[in-house]
């Protein structure tokens, strides 16, 4: 079965560094999506993604986080100057048009230092 | 965005008993799903639920959809340690998730 795919599994940057979080959405999926997960707590929505532009953004995602679809295949976020809080789990999901079935991947581990 | 209360936060039950969690809003949802999320994974979807007081089964799961779409229930039958995880209610008007209801099955 086709799957969402993440890189890396684990990443440990100094607070103030830059990161890019990289994920392969399913090939004929349109909307794309990046939630975070601090351990032991909720599944938080980032920022939903369609038609090369962002459509929804949650007030976490601020002046410090960008999304980009760099080719057809890549779907990437990056911090720009990591803190200590962004230390979590980060997924990435995406759906086809047609359906609401979210896919998700294994997510990063980011731990920021 | 439309929030979602999940209840309980936390469940520990032993292998047999059944259970019944909680996904709750003050707003109406076109349609509501539920997810299962195991440690070190992402969610996996169990079920959408689209029309008021629907009622929808998965094996020993039976998922219900409020009649004014503001609401759903998940209740699980004869509890098995493989069902331990976190349960997660989301809205597809927006795609967020509700905190979730931990689950802890004990054999």
């Known amino acids: 079965e086709p799957e969402v795919t993440q890189t890396p599994s684990h990443q440990v940057t100094q607070m103030g560094q830059e990161v890019i979080l990289r994920c392969v959405p399913i090939?004929?999926?349109?909307?794309f999506y990046w939630y975070r997960q601090i351990l032991g707590q909720k599944v938080e929505f980032l920022v939903s993604f369609y038609n090369n532009e962002i459509s929804e953004k949650s007030e976490i995602f601020d002046d410090q986080f960008s999304v980009e679809r760099p080719d057809g295949s890549n779907f990437t976020l990056k911090i720009r100057s990591t803190k200590l809080e962004d230390s979590a789990m980060y997924f990435c999901a995406s759906r086809p048009l047609a359906a609401e079935k979210l896919f998700f991947g294994s997510g990063t581990q980011l731990s920021v230092l | 965005t439309q929030l979602l209360e999940q209840s309980p936060q936390f469940l520990s039950i032993q292998e047999g008993e059944n259970l019944t969690v909680y996904c709750n809003s003050s707003?109406?949802?076109?349609?509501l799903q539920w997810y299962r999320q195991e440690p070190g994974e992402g969610p996996v979807l169990l079920v959408t639920?689209?029309?008021?007081?629907e009622v929808k089964k998965l094996k020993r799961l039976t998922f219900q959809f409020g009649d004014a779409r503001k609401d759903s229930s998940l209740h699980i039958t004869a509890a098995q340690p493989g069902d331990t995880g976190l349960y997660l209610c989301?809205?597809?008007?927006?795609?967020?998730f509700g905190a979730g209801t931990r689950l802890t099955v004990k054999p």
């Open positions: 707003s109406v949802f076109s349609s």
């Open positions: 989301a809205g597809t008007n927006d795609m967020r």
């Open positions: 639920v689209v029309t008021g007081g």
């Open positions: 090939s004929n999926h349109l909307y």
